[in-house]
Structure formats: structure tokens, C-alpha cells
């Protein structure tokens, strides 16, 4: 009884490869040439004097004079069969199987030729050929799964080895002409998803090639602008690259408060004033004064006292008189106390990051704020119902922390987010850091930029 076939991989997209039962097979030059002539040929037998031809260059002898020749392509088909089918126990008959020996009749007598017998699995242009063949049928969200998972099997030219050569030309003609019409359907099948974003790459892809192509051009221009109109108000956007991790950091020019589906961030003193009479203790311009007005409708009180329940579990650190501080609130908690107050269903991080001295001016540093960030992803973690988290730029305002600039304060924020990302999988999708359009031209993002490009610089030397 015959032994079980070996698991055949051959692979013709790109440089030949052959594996057997999982395990790469190196070949001689001649028998790479062997093989991919016989790919070439579409399952159809080759004659020996063709292959003399074609694999070795060859010009044709009297049938008395070439035996050496004959010999020569007999060891190079047995050297493929061993391969194909090694620790077979018969090695004369080792991979017949799958490399035949056939009789053909010609005018001059019978010839041999041979022929390659692989399975539509076994070769990765006739999976190529048949996972494309369903997605060009399929409906669109099929089909872009279909064809990505078609073009992830090309690994560069077809039957690179002998490219240009007469016997390959319609084979490569035929599968280059496939690869595009499959490139050209993703990009229209994810376009119909609505998801311009992972069809851009592909269309891009497609114009390097066909520079010349007017509508191919067309198409590109049509994808980059739908996808500038939708970032809209986008800076940039990054997604954290940590295992397990599905967390984008996005930069957007606005209003912390126009962030309607997000979970808010508003920066504190330790004291948590929210008072703006005579814009003596808290300035009318700040975000605690804009928290009242747009989401407690001038409530002030309202806000206090869900800030003063949320103190309660806290310790404060002291208490000023009087006479020490007239105005405002006394009792200080320790910077990084982060508070957590409900509204509408989402919820509102006060966080303490700076200090408000008794003459009312509020300071900060790097350490305060990095410290109330820490203490900020935390309560996130525990409490942000998995919502995106809006942050304006901590510490560029009245209070602020002057040892680092605009660009450099958004850099920190991003970093702490990326340390509690490391600590807490199920953070927020999205944190988004939001930008005054006033204040952007004041604002260097290549500090944030180089921290996403250290980190994957960082993650792939660890590799």
C-alpha cells in the first residue's frame, strides 16, 4: 500500500519556494528551473526535448547523439520527485506521483514528457487563482475579506527565476493581469464598506505600477479627499502598538466640549475651586467655568456638590485660615486626586494637577502632572464605561506648568497614556487630545509623532 502523500507547498508568486510536510526544500538551480517550467505549463506534459529547450537552453540533437542530454533532465526530475516525496521507500519510484512520466506519440516515434500533478492547494497561483475567481462574484464585504487573504499569497512577480522568457510569458501575463483586476476590486469593494482607509494603500499600490493609468489616478484623488474630509478636524491619529492593545491616540483641532461621544478630562487645583465671581479665585475663560455653563447650565453648585461627594473617600493634606486665604476654598487634596462625576450618561474626570496658592495663582511642574496623569488613567481604568476620553492640553493654560511647552505637554500626555496602557488592556478606545484652533500655531506635534516613532523603532529591536 502506497504511504500518505506529503504536504506540498509550492509557491510561484514571487521567488519558487518548495516546502514538504512544512519544511523548506532547497534545490539546485537547474532542478528551481525544472520545476518552474513545469508550473508554467499548467498541468499539461512537457517532452523532454521542450524541456532541453527551455530549462537547460538546449538546441536539438539526433536521437543518437543527445542521450548524455536525456540523462541530464532524467537526474534533475529525479532529484524534484526525491524532494517532493523525501523518505519515500522506494527512491526510483519516489514521487511519481506527483511528477509523472508519460508517452507521447509524434511523427518521430514515442517521446517522453512529464508532467506536474498538484493539487489546487498545493500551489499558491491556482489558490491565487481560485480565491479571486469566488471574490470577484461575492458581495462586497466577502470579497475584500477574499481578496485580501488572495493577495497576501503574492510575495513579488510571478515565476520571478525566469521572467521574460518565452514559455512563462503567458503565465505570468495571465496571473500580473489577475493580481491587478483583484487590486482594482478591493479598492472598489472597500470604498462601497465605507472604508476609504484600507482601500487608500491599495489604491496607491496600483498607480506606482500604472503611472500612466488616468483612472486609476482619478481614484487615488477621490479616496485621499474622502479621507481628508473625513478626518476633518484630525491632526493626527496613531494606534498604540502594544500586544493586545486596539487603543488609538488621535490629535484633533476643537472644543474639549463639542467631544460629544467621549468621557471628559478637566484639569483642577488642589483646592477644586470652581467659584468665578469677579474672576478673582477661577477665571470666567477656564474649563471648570465652562464645565459649569455647558454641561451643568450655570449650576455651580450642582458641580460642587458632586465634586464634594467624590472627595469624601479622600484625605486632605491641610486646611487653610481665613486670614492665610480670604477667597476660595481651603481644604487642599493631594495633587493627583482624580474625581469622578457623572453627567448625561458619560462621566467627567477632575483631576488635580496643579497647586493654588494663596495669592490665587495656581502653579504646576512636570512631576505634578505626570503624577495626576498616572492617577487620571487609573480611575479611567476603573470607571470610564470603555468610552473614547477627551483631554484638552493639561497645563498650557492659566496654571501652567512651565517647564515644558505645548508640544512637549502633549508628548507627556501621550506617553502616560502608553505606560497605563501597558497596565490596564481595557483602558478607552480612543484617546483623544483636543487643541484649540487659537493654540495650534503655538503647538509643535513632531514630540508626539517621535514618540509613536521610537516606540515601534523600540518594539522591533526587542524582537
Known sequence: MAGARARIRVKVLGPVQL???????????????LLVRLVA???????????????????DEPRHLDQRNRNEVQKRVLELRRA????????????????????????QGPETAYRLVLRPEELDSARFTAIVGEALLAPPATAAHRLSEALSLVRGRPLAEVNGE???????????ALQDAARRELVRVQTDLG????????????????PDDAEAARVLDALRAELRARH?????????????????????????????????VIGFSDTFDTETAEDLVISRESLQSQLVDRLFAGKRRLLDDRLRAGLRAV????????????????????????????????RVFATAYSRLGNDLVARSNHADLRLSLES?????????????????????????????????????????????????????????????????????????????EDLVLGLRAAD
Do not use: M
Not at 517532493?84 to 511523427?107: I, K, N, Y
Not at 472604508?195 to 500604472?210: K, N, S
Open 315 to 346: 484625605k486632605s493634606v491641610g486646611t487653610e485660615t481665613v486670614r492665610t486665604k480670604p477667597l476660595g476654598r481651603r481644604v487642599r487634596y493631594p495633587v493627583g486626586t482624580t474625581v469622578v462625576v457623572p453627567v448625561e450618561g458619560r
Open 376 to 452: 487620571l488613567w487609573a480611575s479611567v481604568a476603573v470607571n470610564g464605561l470603555f468610552k473614547p476620553v477627551a483631554v484638552p492640553l493639561i497645563g498650557s493654560g492659566l496654571a501652567r506648568v512651565t517647564d515644558l511647552d505645548r508640544g512637549q505637554l502633549a508628548a507627556l500626555i501621550v506617553d502616560s497614556f502608553i505606560e497605563a496602557c501597558r497596565r490596564y488592556p481595557a483602558l478607552t478606545p480612543e484617546l483623544r487630545i483636543v487643541i484649540l484652533p487659537q493654540e495650534l500655531a503655538r503647538t509643535d506635534l513632531a514630540p508626539v509623532e517621535q514618540r509613536f
Open 41 to 59: 505549463a499548467g498541468g499539461e506534459a512537457v517532452p523532454v526535448r521542450q524541456l532541453r529547450r527551455d530549462v537547460w537552453g538546449l538546441a
Open 232 to 264: 476633518g478636524a484630525e491632526l493626527l491619529r496613531h494606534r498604540v502598538p502594544l500586544d493586545g492593545q486596539r487603543a488609538d491616540v488621535v490629535l484633533v483641532r476643537g472644543d474639549l466640549f463639542d467631544q460629544a461621544d467621549c468621557n471628559l
Open 19 to 33: 516546502e514538504v510536510d512544512g519544511v523548506p526544500v532547497r534545490l539546485t538551480p537547474l532542478t528551481v528551473r
Open 84 to 107: 517532493l516525496a523525501p523518505g519515500a521507500p522506494g527512491q526510483d519510484t519516489a514521487g511519481t506521483e506527483v511528477l509523472r512520466t508519460e508517452q507521447q506519440v509524434t511523427v
Open 166 to 176: 518565452g514559455f512563462a510569458v503567458p503565465f505570468v501575463r495571465r496571473l500580473t
Open 195 to 210: 472604508r476609504p482607509e484600507l482601500a487608500l494603500p491599495v489604491a496607491e499600490l496600483i498607480t506606482h505600477e500604472h
